[in-house]
């Protein structure tokens, strides 16, 4: 974990060489000891997954505080559940018709009807925010995420439909967002978080409300 935190801090910092600094160099700026329990934020997101219907989730997160110079560290959690779409349904109908006509010689005609898909994600991420003490508070990120996959169906449980959509599996995330400070510890944010992960591609609207101290 601590390898994998060195290097998300190197692709933070780097551009601190730009500035005369070495990455490396910018990394003693940076320390575990810094960290710490430092507020909760409750979000909820519009989520857009590749195959899948869009759907609104929900999350919160633990504030970590700053791991050095503007270097925000936050752990998150959230579900979404959602319908795959028509196209992907129709996918899965054609491989077993495939399947069942490889094997007995004979097409069937499926309807599998409504297949839904959940998940659950835990994550970590890394704000990189330009102005901390600042009113408007912009910040750009990356995260690591660590996602359960579910998908059901009265027509595929229990079957290797179901199996093949039940998923644990990891990404990464993009991130652009922006504080709103309403004082000294409660703040409003809106967030936008593109994820690749090997079975799921989405982008993700998020807003909430953070409270630090």
């Known amino acids: ?5 060195r290097v998300l ?6 551009m601190s060489a730009g500035q005369g600094v070495s990455a490396q160099e910018g990394l003693a700026a940076y320390d575990y000891a810094n960290l710490g329990f430092r507020g909760i934020v409750g979000e909820a997101f519009v989520v ?6 869009s759907t609104v989730g929900f999350g919160g997160r633990f504030d970590l505080g700053y791991l050095g110079p503007k270097v925000r560290t936050q752990i998150r959690g959230g579900y979404w559940s959602s319908e795959l779409k028509t196209a992907e349904v129709d996918k899965f109908a054609t491989r077993i018709a495939d399947l069942v006509e490889e094997q007995n010689g004979v097409r069937p005609t499926l309807d599998l009807g409504q297949i839904k898909r959940s998940a659950v994600i835990a994550g970590l991420d890394f ?31 229990g079957t290797f439909v179901e199996e093949s959509l039940d998923l644990i599996t990891v990404g990464g995330s993009a991130i ?21 992960a090997a079975d799921i591609r989405s982008v993700g609207l998020h807003a909430g409300l ?4």
């Open 1 to 5: 974990m601590r390898k994998l935190v």
């Open 9 to 14: 801090l190197l692709a933070l910092v780097g």
């Open 48 to 53: 857009y997954p590749s195959g899948i219907n």
């Open 127 to 157: 704000h990189w925010v330009f102005a901390p003490e600042a009113v408007l508070r912009p910040y750009l990120g990356i995260g690591g995420e660590l996602y359960v996959l579910n998908g059901s169906g009265m027509a595929i449980d």
């Open 176 to 196: 652009g967002g922006l504080d709103f400070a309403l004082g000294s510890v409660v703040s409003l944010f809106g967030e936008v978080r593109g994820t690749l």
């Open 210 to 213: 953070a409270i630090r101290w």
